[in-house]
Every structure is written in C-alpha cells, then in structure tokens.
C-alpha cells in the first residue's frame, strides 16, 4: 500500500463520517421521542434487534474482514477485484438465505402478529444488505467519499423525519426512514464500485475466505447475543417502555464511542499491511500513536458524560425519560472499555490472523452477560442490564489485551502519564463546581461542556502532552505551508 494517503486526512473524514453516522440517530431520536414517546422509541427498538440478528448472520464477519483483505491484496486493480468478488458473493449468498430467514419467521411468529407491517419494512434493512460494502472503501482508504456520502444521505432522511413524522401512530414511517437513513448508502455504493474494481472471472476461490469470515462471525453473534439479550429481556419483564429508558442511553454512549475510535480506525488498514509485511516497528508506532489519541477522547468523554448525565438525558429526550439518567452514568464506562478492546484487540489480534482469540472473548463476556441480566433485570429494570453489560465488556476486554500483548509494544512516556491524569483531574473538578449554579438545562449543558473542553486541553497544553504538542505543530505547518 503506498503511503499516498494521510493518515491525519483520513482521521478527519473518518471522524465526520463515524461521527455524524452515530449523531444522525441522536439528532433524530432527540426530536423522535417527544413524538413517538418512550412507547414508541421502544416499539422500533425492539423491531430493530430482532433484524439486527439476521442482518449480523448474513454479514458473516465480512465488515471487519474486508477492510484487511482488500488493504493486504496489493495495489494491483485484478488482485483487489478477486478479493472483493470472492467477499461480495459469500456476502450475497449468506444475505438472500437470511432474507427468506427473517420473512418467514416475521409472518409465522404469533408474537409479532400485532406489528408484522413494522417489522416488515424493517427487513429493508436486511435486503439492502447485499450492497453493504464499506469495508471495500475503508480497506481502499477512500474515507472522503464515504463521509461525504454518509452526510447526505442522512440528511436528506432527517429531512424526511421532520415532514412525515408528526404523530405517535406515525412510528412505521419512522422505521422505513431509519431504514432507508442506515442501509441506503449501500446502494451508492454499488454504483461508485466500477471505478476500483472490473467485472468477475473464472479464477476465484471464495473458500479462502471462509474460516476467518466465520470465526469473526462467531464472535460477532457472542457479542451480538449478550448486548442483544438485555433489549429482549427488558422487554419481557418490563415492557417496551423500559426498552425505550435504556436504548437512548446506549445510542448516546455508542455515538461517544464511534467518534472517539474514528479518529484511530484509519490505522487498522495501514496496520494490516505493515504486519503483512513484516515491518513490526512500523506497527508498534502507529499503535503508540493511535493508543495515545484514543486515551485522550475516550477519558474525558467517559467522565463527562457519567458527570453531566443529570443534563444530557433531559436535553436530549425530555422529561419523560428522567428514569435512564442512572443508567447513562452506568454505561458511560463503556465509552474507555470499547475503545480499548477495539484499539489494542480486534486490530491486533485480526491483523495478525489470530481471529479465534476474539471468539474465546466474547464467549466469555457472553456467559458473564447472561448471568448477570438474569440475576439483575427482574429487579433492576435498565439499571441491572447497563451493570450487566459493564462487567460483560469489562471481561472482554481484559482477555482482548491479554491474547494480543505479545504482539505489539506501546512506547508510552511519563510526561503523557501525567499531562493526561492532571488535565482529567482538573475537568472534573471544575465541572463539579459548576453543577451548583441554578441555570436552565440547555444553558448548563453548554457550559459544562465548553468548560470542560477549555480546561481539559489547555492542561494538556499546560503541561506540554507530547501527543497534543504533535498534533498542534502538525496542524500549524499545514496552514504555514497553505
């Protein structure tokens, strides 16, 4: 892979592309729930897991497996090509059997008797599956276009929110738009492709690709049955409204999440292709690197979010949803642990082949999540599934870093150490003094956040942060040389 691309270019489209995609159903859930009400929310959310499912087994483990076969199969156009035909009809034959899955399932299922149009049109999401091939564009490092069309696709659906959706009953026009909003850039996709790859030949050997793709997808059911597990449960014991308390704080946590790891998902293609090619010390520093910026988001949002959640959930959602603020504050951990076990395990451990560790992984946290949703949710609503899925992530991660440490060496100094932990320390503080002032919700919000920004960075600069030092001198000769 020549190194034409800039990995800070790349960041930044990246970072807008995962950023908006996470911000989109923030942004639209903020004005869906006071229309469709916690009800409401709930009732799609449901629909939305149960497709979800289907949509993950007709994905195998492609979406993460991609990125790194087309990054590793050479700049020629032939070799890249085979590579995507062989993953694109292993992708369509395993979507078409789902499709058939999911319908008969859906139209047979007393229990979804009563909503068999909304999860009808929800299988959309499962039919547009056949064109899902981010991880063509990801691998090809083409994260301008990716961003670009992201944006407009998903505004052009927020706009169609606003026009169509005004009442409670309106919530399966809502699931046609979040739809047509999450799956419709495949389709663009699909049209965009003839500029990067010709047309198939006799020469491919789909079964090459198997056991990684499986092995991923294994793991990928692990994690999907356990983070799945809580929404269903939820609903059994509790109802959809109570599904509706906790899947806005997890919208708000995976957004946090998406964004913060963004900024470091470019390495994972440039990562694949060093360790490909043996060059082990090139590895080792973009995953310094990467480490070091990942830290620097995933800290302060972590504790911002478990600090201001008092303000968040009201803001965003209203009043009614008062109940999922001790849930945000649980889950906002999350934000660190995801961050960690996607930085230091799944690029790892795929990178370097060893996909069956990321199985022994979520098998774990898939048993610890199980065990504990059934021992908490009865009791504990929301609350007991955000705990749950805490210790299960926790548990995770732990085995992630563990199987992956032999791989890479993180230079980490002790300046970073400390910059890091005084800038944390001093955010907190301040935020906490500001929670006594009296002012309207929004108002506050935006000055806890502006404040925190404003402290947590000029500590870092205070205390001349090695990773904020580069960055700052990087950014300064580029406009210098502009």
Partial sequence: MAEKKSLVKNSIFNMIYKGFTALFPLITTSYISRVLLPAGVGRVGYANTIVAYFVLIASLGIPTYGVKAIAQSGETKEGRSRTFWELFFINLAATLMCIVAYYVFVDNFPHFADRKLLFQIMGLMLILNI???????????????????????????????????????????????????????????????????GKPDAGLHPGRHLKPVLILLASTIATEIYTMLDTIMLEYYHGETCVGYYSNPVKIVRMTYTVVIALVAVFYPRISYHYKQKEYDRCN????????????????????????AEYIVPFLFGEAFLPSIGTLRILSVLVLVFSVAYF??????IATGQEQKILHATIAGAVINAAVNFLLIPSMQQSGAAIASVLSEIAVTTVLVWHARCSYHLAIGRNYVISLGAALAAMTAVVCWLKHLSWAVPV??????????????????????????ELLHKGLERLQNR
């Fill in 344 to 349: 230091l395990g799944h690029i790892v451990l």
């Fill in 285 to 308: 520093e973009l995953l310094s690197r990467g480490f070091k910026i990942m830290l620097l988001l995933a800290l302060p949002c972590t504790a911002g979010i478990g600090i201001t």
């Fill in 131 to 197: 064109f899902n091939i981010d991880w063509f564009y990801q691998g090809m490092e083409e994260y301008s276009y990716i961003a670009t069309r992201s944006i407009i696709v998903k505004i052009l659906s927020f706009v169609a929110m606003l026009l169509f959706v005004k009442k409670a009953k309106d919530y399966v026009i809502y699931a046609f738009i979040l739809c047509v909003a999450t799956a419709g850039n495949n389709l663009l996709n699909a049209w965009n492709l003839r500029k990067y790859i």
């Fill in 444 to 469: 506050m919000l935006f000055v806890l956040i502006a404040a925190a920004a404003a402290v947590y960075f000029g500590c870092l600069l205070l205390f001349r942060n090695d990773t904020v030092m």
